[in-house]
């Protein structure tokens, strides 16, 4: 859960000015079939991923430095179209919409994306360790690079992005050309 709005003032005024500004907050609320997904579980998942980037990047905003840059997570559901991703596309679709958006509106910030797909980390951890391991495979065997992501894949990205000071309303895809298959 963020901070309020009046904790997180205080603690933006207390650091200063920030270079560079990582939104990354999560969810994995409103996966489901359409038909029959909960309207609470994707409202759930706004509340969890769209209006703390949004509120965080708001309070952050008179505290970046104007050669900074402000960097979102999203996931690939904001551009696929896999059955069952619905509500956490929305979502992200949110996410991923906000950076040309800014960009343009924020400038001479420069306010970039990074789209993961499937990156081993804890939020997997929903499933079983024996049905992750045979997703992990699954989809390590879709991708061009025969793996999936790690944490660092994800790091590197945005490391790229925050030190690019010509890149601005860009999201970049980071999921190991899984996109590119059929």
Not at 97 to 123: F, M, Q, S
Request: aromatic share 10%; glycine share 10%; hydrophobic share 50%.
């Amino acid at each position: 859960m963020p901070l309020t709005g009046g904790a997180s003032r205080w603690f933006f005024a207390q650091l200063g000015q920030v270079e560079h500004l990582v939104l990354a907050f999560g969810s994995r609320k409103g996966v489901g079939p359409f038909s029959q997904v909960d309207i609470e579980d994707v409202r759930q998942g706004f509340e969890e991923k769209v209006f703390p980037q949004f509120q965080c990047a708001q309070i952050a905003l008179p505290f970046v430095a104007r050669a900074g840059s402000m960097t979102f997570v999203s996931a690939v559901s904001a551009y696929t179209a896999a059955p069952g991703t619905a509500g956490i596309g929305a979502a992200n679709a949110a996410i991923a919409a906000l950076v040309p958006i800014l960009a343009a509106e924020l400038k001479p910030i420069r306010v970039n994306g990074v789209a993961p797909r499937v990156i081993d980390t804890p939020w997997w951890d929903f499933l079983p360790e024996a049905q992750k391991l045979t997703a992990f495979e699954h989809y390590g065997a879709a991708t061009p690079v025969g793996r999936i992501g790690k944490p660092e894949d994800v790091a590197g990205t945005i490391a790229f992005l925050v030190r690019n000071g010509f890149m601005t309303g860009q999201t970049i895809i980071c999921d190991g050309g899984m996109s590119l298959s059929a």
